[in-house]
């Protein structure tokens, strides 16, 4: 009786166990049409073909700029196009802005970005109790989608791993709101001890 | 007109917005008819994408109907139905001259990092997104294509990211006749490369994931072999088992900053934000590859650090090829597979949500719940 060949990467040239062409074509419809690097769309990475993309301009027309659209400061100039869609303003703007003063290789110029999304979307959200449309936290979140999509059923018995740490999300949701109230609270008695002295 | 807004982390709604105006002679302004949510849309979602602005409208996959056309359009008409390409681009500069569109330089002021991408933040250029009634297009002569009247709605929008992304992400991997392909996720996306996968010659498509129900649609859809990791130790070591010790020729990661499976990396990156998400799914797939073989990343990660393992990847000899996909370079031959049968793309819609019920159609797709694999948004019913 011979002994077993050793797996894979311990000898030469054993075949891998692969069904052959014609049993894969017969099993999957286009097997192995694009077999063929050329026949892949990408192929070369990099083609030189700048009349081939619609454009019949060489440098854009330029939109009009609105005052003080932010950029990063590694582009050369602001780019003859750009996007509208929530300008800077109030707090959350200033500290957008001041992350625009780094390059984006430093990770305070993401993280300060970070910093001014939360701060942009409790302002928000403080805004607007002060609106005709308060944020509502059931038609927001979507979470009548439980009841209306199965959400009890979708969750038992089905092993997903991040019900590990379920447990965390109110802690990280309510953490902040926590946090910023005991720091209020803190501040205020500190206030009102000044004030009775 | 009605559009999605986001409100903050996990808080989204429907709100009445001005109309898109041509702001630059070559716009066109698009009515949407079906938009999708895309997996990427969850970072955003979820708060892990820098400078995501409250009051933004998200949607990267859309098709519509020509509206307006800005003076300088001279391929787009009004009444044109149209596919619309994740991208922004300008089809002039650099990059764009070079097929590279996804990386065009003039698109996008706020990063050079990034190309310019529907409503994905200002990171990524600042532009409202179709998951709207209207929405405006820039480079209407670059970007748009007209659908061909045989293709299906549901078929061209899942074009306009999801097919042509997951036939990117195989056509990254380099694939070679009967190698051992493996896909880490099989949301849209994976079951997309696992499918395309095979079209390029693999002998041998695996799909992991740890969602019973999805891992059903990559082996029914996708025709593939499929493990589902929470029922394994250690994925690696049965990825290891199950090709001979040898590892994959190819990995694709088509999870991406959300990835699952990992306590700590859970924690860190996608709850506490001090990564840019989770590399899980990335690390995994620097394990599980062979020696000298491929990893190609087209599961989305924002440009916060994050603790992938670098130090493997060179000590194998890997070769990492990444990028957001150059949507409109794949749609030739994309049509043609399409048109041939080899593709139905479509066959992953499992949900249509009216634009009006769109918090809840966020809540189900991040939640995995009811089956979910890929909701479009109804924006104008045609």
Redesign the interface.
Same mark, same amino acid.
């Given at each position: 009786m011979s002994a077993p060949t050793p @797996?894979?990467?311990y000898v030469a040239n054993?075949p891998?166990? /692969?069904?052959s062409?014609a049993a894969?074509r017969a099993? /999957?419809?286009?097997?192995? !049409?694009?077999?063929d690097?050329k026949?892949?769309?990408? #192929?070369p990475?990099?083609? +030189?073909?700048?009349a081939g993309?619609?454009?019949?301009?060489? #440098? @854009?027309?330029e939109?009009?700029e609105r005052e003080g659209?932010?950029?990063?400061i590694?582009?050369g100039q602001?780019?003859?196009? +750009?996007?509208?869609?929530?300008p800077l303003h109030g707090v959350?703007g200033s500290i =957008?802005r001041y992350? #625009?003063r780094y390059g984006?290789g430093r990770?305070a110029h993401?993280?300060i970005?970070?910093a001014?999304? *939360?701060v942009?979307?409790?302002?928000? %959200?403080l805004r607007?109790l002060a609106s005709l449309r308060p944020?509502? @936290?059931v038609?927001?979140?979507?979470?009548?989608?439980?009841g *209306?999509? %199965?959400?009890i059923a979708?969750r038992i018995g =089905?092993? =997903? !791993?991040?019900v590990? %740490?379920l447990w965390?999300?109110p802690v990280?949701?309510a953490g902040p709101w926590v946090a910023a109230a005991a720091g209020t609270a803190v501040v205020v008695r500190a206030i009102a001890r000044r004030t009775r002295r | 007109m009605k559009a999605m807004a986001y409100r903050g982390p996990y808080r989204i709604r429907v709100e009445e917005k001005p109309m898109p105006t041509i702001e630059h002679p070559n716009d066109a302004i698009v009515r949407v008819t079906t938009a999708a949510i895309c997996g990427s849309d969850l970072h955003l979602y979820h708060g892990l994408m820098p400078d995501t602005r409250v009051g933004t409208t998200f949607g990267h996959e859309f098709i519509g109907v020509v509206e307006e056309v800005g003076p300088s359009v001279q391929h787009l008409t009004r009444g044109d139905r149209v596919m619309v390409p994740f991208n922004v681009y300008c089809g002039s500069c650099y990059f764009c001259a070079r097929g590279l569109y996804s990386n065009c330089h003039n698109v996008n002021p706020n990063a050079t990092a990034v190309g310019g991408i529907y409503g994905y933040s200002h990171t990524c250029g600042g532009y409202d997104g179709g998951q709207a009634e209207f929405v405006r297009v820039p480079f209407a002569d670059v970007g748009p294509t007209i659908i061909p009247d045989w293709m299906d709605s549901e078929d061209a929008v899942l074009l306009t990211d999801a097919l042509a992304t997951g036939y990117f992400g195989a056509q990254l991997g380099g694939i070679g006749e009967g190698d051992t392909v493996v896909v880490f996720g099989a949301g849209p996306v994976g079951l997309f490369a696992a499918k395309s996968a095979w079209l390029m010659g693999a002998g041998r498509v695996i799909v992991i994931d740890h969602l019973e129900y999805r891992l059903e649609k990559a082996r029914v859809f996708a025709q593939a072999e499929t493990f589902n990791f929470a029922e394994y130790d250690d994925i690696i070591v049965e990825m290891k088992k199950t090709t001979d010790y040898l590892g994959a020729d190819v990995v694709i990661d088509a999870v991406g900053a959300e990835a699952g499976g990992s306590f700590l990396q859970q924690v860190t990156g996608t709850k506490l934000k001090l990564q840019g998400g989770s590399p899980v799914a990335l690390n995994w797939a620097i394990d599980s590859v062979r020696k000298g073989g491929t990893v190609a990343v087209v599961g989305a990660y924002g440009p916060i650090f994050s603790a992938v393992k670098f130090g493997d990847a060179l000590n194998k000899g890997l070769t990492l090829r990444m990028n957001q996909t150059p949507v409109k370079r794949q749609w030739p031959r994309l049509f043609e597979h399409i048109r041939n049968g080899y593709l139905k793309p479509s066959d992953i819609v499992t949900h249509r949500i009216p634009l009006e019920h769109i918090a809840e159609g966020y809540h189900m797709f991040s939640a995995k719940l009811d089956g979910c694999i890929k909701p479009l948004i109804i924006a104008n019913p045609s």
């Open positions: @797996p894979t990467p054993k891998k166990d /692969i069904p062409p894969l099993r /999957i419809p286009g097997w192995g !049409v694009d077999l690097p026949d892949r769309p990408s #192929y990475r990099e083609v +030189f073909d700048p993309t619609g454009a019949h301009w060489d #440098y @854009p027309e939109q009009q659209r932010e950029r990063s590694e582009h602001l780019t003859p196009v +750009f996007g509208t869609s929530a959350s =957008r992350a #625009y984006e990770a993401w993280l970005l970070m001014g999304d *939360r942009d979307a409790w302002g928000a %959200h607007s944020d509502d @936290p038609t927001e979140t979507g979470v009548l989608a439980e *209306r999509r %199965h959400g979708s =089905r092993g =997903r !791993v991040d590990n %740490h965390l999300d990280v949701v | -």
